[in-house]
């Protein structure tokens, strides 16, 4: 079946510094990909998202590339700050079958100042 | 412009109880979708409605639970007789239509605690 799996948490940096949170997927049908997060006490927000290979998602200095070929998805920032202290969740589309987004388990991300 | 409004926010049960769970969408879209978070993990996909018809119920577990969408009014997850097990986030989500390429818009969620 369907499956992501994302890097464990928490992840600590210093404020200013680079970020990657892994994630790969299982790569049945044609899935689109998606970074969402979760501020405590909040429901999921949608970060961004690609639709197709070689896509790239984009939003607040946030990045991912669709890599088909290492079926990655991988979410980068250059200089993260304080308030990107959240959990991180990657997911993807069925791929055209049913209509659920499948998600990783998460990934906490605590930036220090 | 409301988003997807959930409640109660918290909600506490003791075991046998009944839990029902509100879910109003974005106004607007017609595509409801439940998941349960659990403690630590991501969410789970429970069901999928679009107005009065359940569409995909591939995810929520065949006894106790059930979902309406009906066509007036917020949606509703309806657990009956609840465990300890229960407890965990529920999400609803909404979206315009239908298909992968949607994106899903979440409320804030239902925090079910049975005691």
């Known amino acids: 079946g369907n499956s992501v799996t994302q890097m464990e948490g928490p992840v600590t940096l210093s404020e200013e510094a680079f970020l990657t949170i892994n994630c790969t997927y299982t790569?049945?049908?044609?899935?689109?990909l998606f970074w969402y997060v979760q501020y405590p006490g909040e429901g999921l927000q949608l970060l961004l998202k690609?639709?197709?290979?070689?896509d790239k998602g984009s939003n607040k200095g946030f990045e991912a590339t669709y890599r088909k070929e290492t079926t990655s998805f991988h979410l980068e920032k250059g200089s993260v700050q304080v308030s990107d202290s959240a959990v991180y969740f990657c997911a993807r589309g069925s791929g055209g079958g049913a209509d659920g987004l499948t998600f990783g388990k998460g990934t906490h991300l605590i930036i220090q100042p | 412009n409301a988003g997807v409004m959930q409640n109660p926010r918290h909600l506490v049960r003791r075991r046998g109880q009944e839990a029902r769970l509100r879910c109003s969408p974005v106004k607007g879209h017609s595509h409801v979708y439940w998941y349960r978070q659990l403690p630590e993990e991501g969410l789970k996909f429970m069901v999928y409605?679009?107005?009065?018809?359940?569409?995909?119920e591939s995810g929520m577990p065949k006894e106790r639970f059930s979902a309406e969408f009906p066509k007036e009014g917020p949606s509703i997850l309806r657990i009956q007789q609840v465990v300890r097990g229960d407890s965990a986030a529920y999400f609803c989500?909404?979206?315009?239509?239908?298909?992968?390429?949607?994106?899903?818009?979440f409320g804030d969620g239902t925090r079910l605690s049975i005691l």
């Open positions: 409605l679009q107005k009065e018809n359940i569409i995909d």
């Open positions: 790569a049945t049908g044609y899935p689109s």
């Open positions: 989500a909404s979206s315009l239509g239908r298909g992968q390429n949607q994106p899903q818009h």
């Open positions: 690609a639709t197709k290979a070689d």
